[in-house]
């Protein structure tokens, strides 16, 4: 037996379901179970949210799982080193019984085909028309994450990656590769943006698709020709489920950490902010 405990806002639950992908594949007589508490999903509106956006099923649930988990976690505080559960976001134990399901590694996915795709959305005219601006022009979506990541929970870990200077970084590199540029801004913040980012007055900036609908922003960022993205798993699906085969940017150094997910295809493009 194999149990997994999920948490964490769209982008963290797709790189889970890698990791189940993966695991399945490693253990395929192993039974696989699921733990989904509502804490870990709460700080997030959509909360657990994936098998309602995309074609995947997560692995069942059951009461036995739950309390092995609880039991485990006692056993992990009293043995800090026991090998009876996988922690750690990028090292994998694959012995353990009980996994943190954020796991990210590009061998989980980079070779499948067809394991991800959204289902059927209905959109309105305004998300419809944006597709077809996009799809029509030199389409260049920044995504620009500030929100939570401001926050005293993620500010020392997550902030001041993605900054000022790696955004008009990238633009320039952007604007050095088409002939036009057509800029199309996705944020929790906005008015930063509008303020602070370098680009053309025309610029399409995104900003109705709010509450439960704020996946829809994931969806309309995989139809540009470039991505500008922030050190955010939200971020790096609308880049990396682009099939428009575009040029994507991406900040070099993705985590104050002392460990670097593998998670980018070696046609992407790094940059630091310096």
């Known amino acids: 037996m194999k149990v997994l405990y999920f948490g964490g806002g769209l982008g963290n639950q797709i790189f889970e379901y890698t990791f189940y992908l993966a695991l399945k594949d490693r253990f395929p007589k192993e039974r696989i179970y699921g733990v989904y508490p509502n804490f870990k999903f709460r700080e997030h509106i959509g909360g657990f949210e994936i098998e309602e956006i995309f074609n995947v099923k997560f692995p069942p649930t059951s009461l036995k799982a739950k309390l092995f988990i609880v039991l485990v976690f006692l056993i992990k505080k009293m043995f800090p080193k026991t090998r009876l559960c996988s922690l750690h976001s990028t090292n994998v134990n694959w012995d353990a019984i009980v996994f943190n399901a954020f796991k990210s590694d590009l061998s989980f996915y980079e070779n499948r085909n067809d394991w991800i795709s959204f289902r059927p959305i209905n959109l309105n005219a305004k998300n419809q028309n944006l597709i077809n601006l ?72 995104v900003d109705w698709n709010t509450g439960k609908d704020s996946y829809i922003d994931l969806y309309l960022m995989t139809h540009a020709k470039a991505n500008i993205i922030a050190n955010s798993t939200f971020s790096y699906w609308g880049a990396y489920l682009n099939k428009n085969n575009p040029i994507v940017i991406y900040p070099k150094k993705w985590i104050n950490a002392n460990y670097y997910p593998n998670i980018f295809p070696v046609d992407w493009i790094g940059l630091t902010s310096e």
């Open 134 to 205: 996009m799809l029509s022009v030199q389409s260049i979506v920044i995504h620009v994450r500030r929100g939570d990541f401001l926050s005293s929970k993620y500010c020392d870990i997550l902030a001041n990656i993605a900054t000022l200077g790696y955004y008009q970084k990238a633009i320039e590199l952007i604007k050095g590769r088409f002939s036009t540029s057509h800029f199309f801004v996705f944020s929790d913040d906005i008015e930063w943006c509008k303020s602070h980012l370098s680009i053309p007055n025309d610029t399409v900036y």
